[in-house]
């Protein structure tokens, strides 16, 4: 009985980090912490570049820049926690804490996904209705459309925590994960999860499966419209424009519906489960800048500028 009532209502709960992989903890946070880095330079170079280059003030750039500030805030919730458990042994966390950070790495990877979205939208228009892109794109659609994207992520994760905190009776504190996520909190309960298991699907369907589908519908009608095109140059240019949206939507999909499949429905080790799915989480926001950074002529130019600009007060 003494057992059961420390599991009551608990205050703290403990992260373990990897399991399997606790005597190389230490190392693994190395390259998390590199790729930490990368995405918090690559995002705030883009929120830099973006808002100070006039021929960037277009609907795409803006919805980039909202990516940009998504994944800087994904990485701000889980690294700081993730890298003290792999280097400091830092592994307990308040419950409510870790409900808090539940709700902001879920709710920012709906905002992703809800971005990616809409940047399918404004490729679709550009190429299947070019004469009515600035009617169409106008600057309070794009403000209804971010609104419309974080009020739909915040009301569908805000359920999970506060069905979360619904349970009283746990018969495990120890999460099998490097931050909190929500069926590795689930699976810590010690009744009924059958609402908190059915309602976490629900969400990932309504936000990633309906962003998927509708993207994927968009890109058929994108290919089908440039495919019409006369000359080979203008089907080139128009796909050229979509390359850099492919690579961002297929990297975060893939990787999103395998750490989503191996933990519900895979027999996968627990280790490469919470590996692939801080890969999942960390990833994109490190290869979105480069992969627009790369593809995109403006970005390109305005950072040869800062690194010759650095360059020559060095001299």
Not at 43 to 62: A, F, G, K, V
Not at 110 to 131: H, K, Q, T
Not at 266 to 288: C, D, E, F, Q, R
Request: with cysteine; glycine share 4%.
């Amino acid at each position: 009985m003494e057992l059961n009532m420390s599991y009551l209502n608990p205050k703290t709960v403990i992260l373990i980090g990897i399991p399997g992989l606790e005597h190389v903890q230490f190392w693994i946070g190395f390259p998390f912490f590199g790729v930490c880095l990368v995405a918090l330079l690559g995002n705030i170079s883009l929120l830099i570049i973006i808002p100070t280059e006039r021929s960037l003030h277009q609907p795409m750039y803006i919805f980039l820049a909202v990516l940009a500030a998504t994944d800087l805030a994904l990485c701000a919730a889980i690294a700081p926690k993730m890298l003290a458990i792999f280097w400091f042994g830092s592994c307990s966390m308040a419950f409510d804490a870790c409900l808090t950070q539940l709700f902001f790495i879920h709710a920012l990877q709906g905002m992703e996904s809800g971005i990616l979205l809409a940047m399918a939208f404004d490729r679709y228009v550009a190429i299947c209705d070019p004469l009515r892109y600035t009617s169409i794109l106008t600057p309070f659609f794009l403000v209804q459309t971010v609104l419309i994207v974080a009020i739909r992520t915040t009301v569908l994760v805000g359920i999970l925590p506060i069905l979360l905190k619904q349970l009283q009776l746990f018969q495990s504190v120890v999460i099998v994960h490097s931050y909190c996520e929500h069926m590795a909190v689930v699976k810590l309960a010690a009744e009924d999860v059958h609402i908190n298991k059915s309602y976490g699907l629900f969400v990932a369907f309504a936000i990633l499966g309906f962003d998927m589908i509708f993207i994927f519908i968009s890109y058929i009608l994108i290919f089908q419209a440039v495919f019409r095109l006369p000359q080979k140059e203008a089907r080139l240019k128009a796909f050229n424009t979509c390359i850099a949206h492919i690579v961002v939507f297929l990297e975060f999909y893939i990787l999103a519906f395998f750490s989503f499949l191996s933990h519900r429905f895979g027999h996968v080790s627990p280790y490469v489960h919470i590996l692939l799915s801080t890969i999942y989480l960390l990833v994109p926001p490190a290869l979105n800048p480069i992969v627009y950074g790369v593809k995109t002529k403006e970005i390109r130019r305005k950072i040869k500028k800062i690194c010759v600009l650095k360059s020559d007060t060095q001299h």
